[in-house]
């Protein structure tokens, strides 16, 4: 009798020792699964991220191909659009848009604006910043502080453009429901001498070079779309 209570005691033994290890096992297969899935979410994430950068870089290139060359303009895989012809933007310390980038950005944005507007990119677009950056001579008609009175003097200028754009023709003409878009993409970043060039258009915190001042003394457009957003995201929790 004992012997057969040792038995059975025994039996309901490997009996939980079973059932732990189909748990252990279910729960591994849902953590592999788990795993597997955000695995595909993050390799989807990739794909639609290029896909779209590539798809607008092509269509941005074919469009202005030709006028970037003689506006003297780069343009970046990373959809950044610079304006860095030192005859074509601002004196120096002065805000007001010389009328030959006047008649440039009057060519430019209507074009820009749609392309980047086709349904197509409308979800996946999550900002379209113009960017002004200085040269390094103070502007001390806007603060003592050289830095701080370029910053001023920068977001002056990128405010410009952007209220060269709300005149256009084109921004007036457009549907309620695009322009709200539009003004939700847009912003006007003014960003000082922190990304000054040198004589190659290379940021000079990398290169080390000399800072050309006439070069750094520029206008960027950039476009930021939604996959960039969810991207750094995704690096985070890595």
């Not at 003097?153 to 405010?159: F, G, K, N, P, T």
Request: without cysteine; charged residues 25%; aromatic residues 12%.
């Amino acid at each position: 009798m004992h012997q057969s209570n040792d038995q059975n005691n025994w039996i309901s033994f490997s009996d939980l020792m079973t059932a732990l290890m189909v748990i252990f096992m279910f729960m591994s297969i849902s953590y592999m699964l788990e795993i597997n899935n955000k695995q595909e979410k993050r390799d989807a994430i990739f794909k639609k991220f290029k896909s779209t950068k590539d798809d607008l870089y092509k269509e941005i290139n074919i469009e202005f191909g030709d006028d970037f060359q003689k506006w003297q303009v780069d343009f970046d895989r990373d959809l950044s659009i610079k304006f860095t012809n030192p005859e074509l933007l601002f004196q120096s310390g002065e805000t007001a848009l010389k009328p030959y980038f006047k008649e440039i950005l009057l060519s430019f944005f209507p074009r820009y604006f749609k392309i980047v507007n086709q349904e197509k990119y409308k979800n996946e677009i999550a900002e379209i910043r113009i960017e002004g950056h200085t040269d390094t001579v103070p502007a001390l008609k806007y603060d003592n502080d050289a830095y701080i009175g370029n910053i001023i003097l920068s977001q002056l200028r990128s405010a410009e453009v952007l209220k060269l754009i709300r005149g256009t023709e084109y921004f007036k003409n457009l549907h309620p429901n695009d322009k709200q878009l539009i003004q939700f993409w847009l912003t006007a970043n003014g960003l000082s001498y922190g990304r000054t060039l040198d004589a190659n258009k290379n940021l000079t915190i990398y290169s080390k070079n000399p800072i050309d001042n006439n070069l750094s003394r520029r206008v960027e457009i950039k476009i930021i779309t939604e996959s960039e957003i969810i991207i750094e995201n995704v690096l985070k929790e890595l």
